[in-house]
């Protein structure tokens, strides 16, 4: 067996607890925040960046990697490790939810999702056996069974029909998978309803998946709403697997979502407000392309151990966004992946030490937004 996963520590007072997860690219110390690299890349970050921030896992995109470059394209590269040089292990998403945004230009039916480009217009079908078969051509070391993201808000009646469609669908997935060096994850949906959420948790559970997802959270709801059905979701999901909330990633749900008994993270945010000339910081954020900051001298966080606060000033980052410098992009997405990597390894030292309650509170008591 390639994978195991074996939970190390657990918190006293909360559902919080430090594991280790095994796969072929290596060992994976959780609770983790895996970067996003949509398109073989983490935006504007080379993969020693990205090493250096401390990232275990990294995600890549099937659907934007089957557009471009193709994954026959990757199958023949060698796989998307050799393909990008990234030997540590990756995660790949399944494609859904980039086909559900695509709104008009998909369409919905039991066999699968029919869509058009959103380059070319050309016509696609993403099944859930097509998905495997584009998943295993990347070979990542974790992939992600076909789902539906349900939108916020949705009635009880179509919340239900998508669920029971996703439980579907990923029995297909895990019956078309063929290789046995990759883990496949199942997916949680039920949308805002405790007691779909909850009958999802265990209709997922039942299939026995490698690894459980929670989706379909982070949709527009209120944070509490998302907090309370990831509450139902972590009772009912087995402790001795992996639990990945796909999508989460700002630094209060982090913390929060460590407490419900996460153990995964991953979250485009980091380097797409970098990009906007914004850097995350533990009160929330600091936008670094204010006219205030324009002779700030300082680094971003006097506390941060990245390159880009080694290194350089506010002021000079807010110069390089303001004038369109590609590396005002690179040095904040740098900052911010190190921020959020570096929260996560606190997180797990703070577990360990048993002073999981008095970190959150504390840092729940200092953030805003
Ligand atoms: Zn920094």
């Known amino acids: 067996m390639n994978f195991s996963f074996q939970v190390e520590t657990r918190d006293k007072s909360s559902k919080a607890r430090t594991g280790v997860l095994k796969t072929p690219h290596g060992e994976i110390r959780t609770p983790v925040f895996m970067p996003v690299g949509t398109q073989a890349t983490v935006k504007a970050m080379t993969n020693e960046q990205i090493l250096d921030a401390g990232a275990q896992i990294i995600l890549g ?48 039916t039991e066999e699968g999702a029919a869509f058009q480009s959103h380059i070319d217009g050309s016509r696609h079908l993403f099944t859930p056996e097509k998905v495997v078969e584009i998943e295993e051509a990347l070979g990542s070391d974790i992939m992600m069974v076909l789902d539906e993201c349900t939108p916020y808000p949705a009635d009880h009646e179509y919340t239900e029909h998508s669920m029971e469609r996703t439980h579907r669908w990923a029995k297909r997935c895990k019956d078309a998978q063929t290789r046995d060096d990759q883990a496949l994850f199942g997916i949680v949906q039920g949308g805002m309803y405790p007691e779909l959420r909850k009958k999802s948790a265990e209709e997922i559970a039942k299939l026995d998946f490698i690894g459980n997802a929670i989706g379909g959270l982070s949709v527009g709801e209120p944070k509490p709403m998302m907090y309370e059905m990831l509450d139902v979701v972590t009772d009912v999901l087995p402790e001795e697997k992996p639990r990945y909330l796909m999508g989460v990633g700002t630094a209060d749900c982090l913390v929060e979502g460590v407490a419900r008994g996460v153990d995964m993270f991953d979250c485009v945010l980091q380097t797409r407000i970098a ?95």
């Open 61 to 108: 995109n099937t659907y934007h990697l089957y557009m471009r470059p193709g994954h026959e394209l990757i199958r023949e590269a060698g796989g998307l490790h050799r393909f990008m040089n990234w030997d540590k292990p990756i995660l790949t998403d399944s494609g859904g939810f980039q086909v559900f945004s695509l709104g008009e230009l998909r369409k919905l």
């Open 275 to 369: 990009r906007n000339g914004t850097a995350l910081v533990r009160s929330g954020k600091l936008v670094i392309r204010n006219a205030e900051y324009a002779k700030d001298f300082r680094p971003i966080d006097e506390a941060c151990d990245c390159y880009a606060c080694r290194n350089h000033t506010r002021a000079y980052i807010r110069h390089l966004i303001k004038t369109n410098e590609i590396l005002g992009a690179t040095l904040l997405s740098i900052h911010n992946t190190r921020f959020t990597i570096r929260l996560m390894e606190e997180i797990r030292g703070h577990i360990e030490a048993g002073t999981f309650q008095e970190f959150r509170r504390e840092f729940m008591g200092n953030f805003r937004i």
